[in-house]
């Protein structure tokens, strides 16, 4: 079995009192984040998980909402739960040079020593498919912000596979994408209006029948649709939900 625990299913406002963006998926070879949100430690928490177990982090682009929790995790491993297993992130272009300038902001001291774990960082590739233990991850470029590099995934793990949006404007790229997989996890972030960088439930409420996956979730849920939520129709995420695959 595959399982997707949601640690955080709200935008970057926090809208709702939500968590932000992270995801945790275990299945019986690996163990590993789907973005590490500022909350991440909050999340992993409450859902009684434990951070040790964590083999690797996704990170889709570099909005602080979607990678802000690294140097908190990289903190929970130097006092409260040692780590001495080497760590690896993969996320676009620059997440190394972002990850440790966040890090020596909040921690100076900390971040200026050495880790007690190995930690690698690895560049992911749009359309280049990595091989990363027992998980296939296709990265592919979504369109949300012009000055950074954005990603969906595409994950093969246990025999199961996951599309995941991260953040962007819907794209007819997702209909393609979604044929055959048993979960694809989607950005919702507004309702009424319209952006060039995030999806509206209208928009994704008026193609979901074409979509060809298992099930469809509905995660980074901003103000709009949470207050419409008696409107919408499709599934959404909760903070601590699982999603058994």
């Not at 909402?65 to 006092?79: A, K, Q, T, W």
């Not at 690698?120 to 990363?132: N, Q």
């Not at 369109?143 to 596979?161: A, N, Q, R, W, Y």
Request: hydrophobic share 40%; net charge neutral.
């Amino acid at each position: 079995m595959v399982r997707l625990t949601v640690l955080g299913s709200g935008d970057a406002f926090g809208s709702g009192g939500r968590l932000h963006s992270a995801y945790l998926v275990e299945s019986p070879h690996a163990t590993f984040l789907l973005e590490c949100g500022p909350t991440v430690l909050q999340g992993l928490k409450r859902a009684g998980r434990d951070a040790g177990a964590i083999d690797f982090v996704l990170v889709s682009h570099l909005h602080g909402d979607h990678f802000g929790g690294l140097p908190f995790l990289f903190m929970e491993y130097r006092y409260e739960r040692e780590r001495t297993r080497p760590l690896t992130v993969y996320g676009p272009p620059d997440t190394e040079r972002r990850a440790k300038a966040l890090f020596a902001a909040l921690y100076a001291k900390p971040a200026s020593e050495p880790l007690r774990h190995p930690l690698h960082w690895e560049r992911l590739t749009p359309g280049r498919k990595r091989t990363i233990g027992a998980v296939a991850v296709t990265p592919f470029a979504v369109p949300h912000v012009s000055d950074l590099v954005s990603l969906g995934f595409l994950l093969e793990v246990g025999g199961k596979t996951i599309l995941y949006s991260g953040d962007s404007a819907w794209t007819e790229e997702f209909v393609e994408r979604s044929r055959g997989v048993d979960l694809f996890l989607c950005e919702c972030s507004t309702y009424e209006t319209r952006l060039d960088i995030h999806v509206s439930y209208p928009e994704i409420a008026a193609r979901a029948a074409e979509l060809g996956c298992r099930r469809l979730v509905l995660s980074h849920l901003g103000r709009e649709p949470l207050r419409r939520l008696a409107d919408v129709n499709l599934e959404c995420a909760q903070d601590g939900m699982t999603l058994d695959l």
